[in-house]
Structure formats: structure tokens, C-alpha cells
């Protein structure tokens, strides 16, 4: 089976632009969740998604967006790009929020690096 | 909320000798305890984790960690170590009222042999 596939892997910026990730949930997953993890530092919340519903979001400014389809993929937006917006962002799907007998199961994250 | 400080950025061991990378975490509620392991150019595999029960939890390649309430840790554990196993190893809290993740800074173990 596919694991949680996210595109594109590699992406090239620069200031003020805005861009679009996208997460594919393993195959029956219904909850989404994004983080992005600065070099050298861990993984950071920002949103998680179910049923097409923003269900949490972390310390992140307005620039940042994301929504969920009904097939349960998700898009993460980044309007405005800055400098410190260059991470790796990761997405990690899950069956159930909250549900944590059930792992978050990551992709190999989007590689965004802002010129 | 909650905070994770993962004590040792980077841990040099050598091939089969043991390693132990240092967790203490910080909140005012109840957490669940899990380490995930980075390797290069990949997301995160989740290599153990604590729910409730017995305080020692094991992953299927070796590891081990040990949940101690009263010094508020979470040390990841391995007598023998492989060259496998060079990677970057995370530690991660979550609220058991919450699902989000919340991450330490990541300790990078490179085996040599």
C-alpha cells in the first residue's frame, strides 16, 4: 500500500511569492496534519485537518492556510513568502484525530527553500 | 503547554556499543511519550511509544525507552548499536486530551565502525 505521498519534493521560491503543497493520506486515513521542521530544529504543528475541518492550528501566521478534499487529500498554502519560510514541510496522516493508539504515519516532507 | 528538551544534539557511538539519548519533557497535564526516528532525506518513522502501562516500551530493532513520571524523562535506549542506525532521533509529547505533536530539537546519532 501507498504511504502518505507528498508533492512536489523539491521547490525553489523566492520572497513574496506564495505557494501550494500537496498531501496524499494513506488510503483510508481521514485526518491530515501538517508541520514544518526548520534545519537543525524538530518538526513544527501547524495545522491538523479531518473531515474537511480544521481541527487544530499552531503558532503560525495568516500566510499560512491549508484545506482538506473530500477524497481527504489536503493542500497546505503559504502566501508571501519569507526567507525563514525555507523548511522542510512535512505531512503525516492518521485514521482518526486524537486517536493515538493509531501512529501518524509522515511523508518524506516538501523540501521549500526560499531565495 | 507542552516543551521538549532532548539534552544531546549530536551522539558519536561506535559500532555495537551502546547509546542513550536523553528526553525530559514538561507539562502540567497528562502526556503521551513517543520517539520517531528521521533518516536522511525521509519524513519521520515512529520507533516507540508510551500510552499508559508499564513504563518500559520496546520497538522491534532493539530500542527501548523508559517512561519516569517523577524526573519527567523519556531516555531512548540501545545496548548495540548498528551502523543502520545513524539517523536523527526525535522525541515528541502530546496532550491526551490533544492530538498535535509537539517536538524536541532532534539528536543525531552517527555509528561508526
Known amino acids: 500500500d501507498a504511504g502518505v505521498t507528498q508533492s512536489p519534493t523539491h521547490l525553489i521560491k523566492t520572497r513574496g511569492q506564495h505557494v501550494t503543497l500537496r498531501c496524499s493520506p494513506i488510503?483510508?486515513?481521514?485526518?491530515v496534519s501538517w508541520y514544518q521542521q526548520v534545519l537543525g530544529q524538530g518538526p513544527q504543528f501547524i495545522f491538523q485537518y479531518y473531515e474537511k475541518e480544521e481541527r487544530g492550528r499552531g503558532n503560525f501566521p495568516d500566510r499560512f492556510s491549508a484545506r482538506q478534499f473530500p477524497n481527504y487529500s489536503s493542500e497546505l498554502n503559504v502566501n508571501a513568502l519569507l526567507l525563514g519560510d525555507s523548511a522542510l514541510y512535512l505531512c503525516?496522516?492518521?485514521?482518526?484525530?486524537?486517536?493515538?493508539?493509531?501512529?501518524?504515519?509522515f511523508g518524506d516532507g516538501t523540501r521549500l527553500s526560499i531565495l | 503547554a507542552q516543551s521538549v528538551t532532548q539534552l544531546d544534539s549530536q551522539v558519536p557511538v561506535f559500532e555495537e556499543a551502546p547509546v542513550e539519548l536523553r528526553c525530559n519533557y514538561s507539562s502540567s497535564v497528562s502526556v503521551y511519550l513517543f520517539w520517531y526516528v528521521q533518516y536522511p532525506n525521509q519524513g519521520l518513522q515512529l520507533l516507540l511509544k508510551?500510552?499508559?502501562?508499564?513504563?518500559l516500551v520496546e520497538s522491534i530493532n532493539g530500542f527501548e525507552a523508559e517512561f519516569n513520571k517523577s524526573q519527567t524523562s523519556f531516555h531512548l535506549r540501545k545496548p548495540s548499536v548498528h551502523i543502520s542506525d545513524t539517523a536523527e532521533y526525535f522525541c515528541a509529547v502530546s496532550r491526551r486530551d490533544d492530538y498535535k505533536l509537539s517536538f524536541g530539537a532532534g539528536t543525531t546519532v552517527t555509528v561508526r565502525a
Open positions: 503525516a496522516s492518521s485514521l482518526l484525530p486524537g486517536q493515538l493508539n493509531q501512529p501518524q504515519h
Open positions: 488510503s483510508g486515513h481521514k485526518s
Open positions: 508510551y500510552l499508559s502501562g508499564s513504563t
